[in-house]
């Protein structure tokens, strides 16, 4: 029997198998260094693909080949591409995750670290809400980049999502507060928490279109903007250059 003690927090994974084992009302508290804690409802995790963001269904149907949809989290993304016909791996860290994921009927299921996992290569990586946070910081980005093209079949694309946060430091008047010689206004801190189970801080990247666009272009990928929301939310395409 595992010991428990080795085990990682897990306050992500232990809620998405509270809601999948019938407590419909478990939430993730979300600590920031940037905002007010706020909860996620597991609930959220487990949309149907009609009650999916536009920018969400619009990603999925962007999705081609085989497919890698990274931090597969409940598996709601990979079950809608299933559903269409597509054959996609929902990739996930999370033990409990991927168990509510084959409990869904997710097929084809790779748990394990994105960053450490033998690459297999794929049409389409699919990093949604916000998936390329996963770089971390703008220094980790082009590490990022690389693992990403690790895991790309020639003539494949990630597709990914990701917002401009600056309106977080914009005052009354319209003006724009930031410390120019702190860090990008897009790195953000985060822990999580789950029936008093904490993860440690980890870092996390929101990166405005311009940014990535520059760093992808210094990796030798080429990024096409191909959804802009009003609320800053945007869908974009990498493919090798």
């Not at 299933?82 to 996609?88: C, S, Y």
């Not at 993860?199 to 903007?225: H, K, M, R, T």
Request: hydrophobic share 45%.
């Amino acid at each position: 029997m595992q010991n428990m003690a080795l085990q990682k927090p897990d306050p992500m994974g232990r809620a998405i198998e509270a809601y999948w084992k019938g407590n419909k009302e478990a939430a993730v508290l979300v600590y920031s260094d940037q905002m007010e804690p706020d909860e996620l409802p597991a609930s959220y995790l487990f949309r149907e693909p009609a009650e999916m963001p536009e920018r969400e269904q619009f990603a999925l149907s962007q999705a081609c080949g085989k497919v890698l949809d990274v931090g597969a989290g409940a598996g709601s993304h990979a079950l809608a591409l299933q559903a269409a016909g597509v054959e996609v791996t929902a990739l996930e860290i999370s033990d409990n995750a991927c168990a509510v994921q084959k409990a869904r009927g997710v097929q084809n299921i790779l748990h394990g670290d994105f960053f450490t996992l033998p690459a297999t290569k794929h049409d389409t990586l699919l990093l949604l809400m916000n998936g390329i946070g996963l770089a971390g910081t703008v220094e980790g980005l082009p590490h990022f980049l690389e693992v990403c093209k690790k895991w790309l079949a020639p003539g494949g694309q990630v597709l990914l999502e990701s917002s401009d946060i600056l309106y977080l430091y914009e005052e009354e008047d319209g003006s724009v507060l930031l410390d120019l010689n702190g860090a990008y206004y897009g790195e953000m801190t985060y822990m999580m928490e789950f029936e008093g189970e904490r993860s440690a801080p980890f870092p996390w990247l929101f990166i405005d279109f311009n940014l990535l666009e520059q760093y992808a272009q210094e990796a030798g990928l080429a990024a096409e903007l191909l959804l802009q929301e009003e609320d800053s939310h945007y869908i974009a395409r990498l493919t090798v250059a």
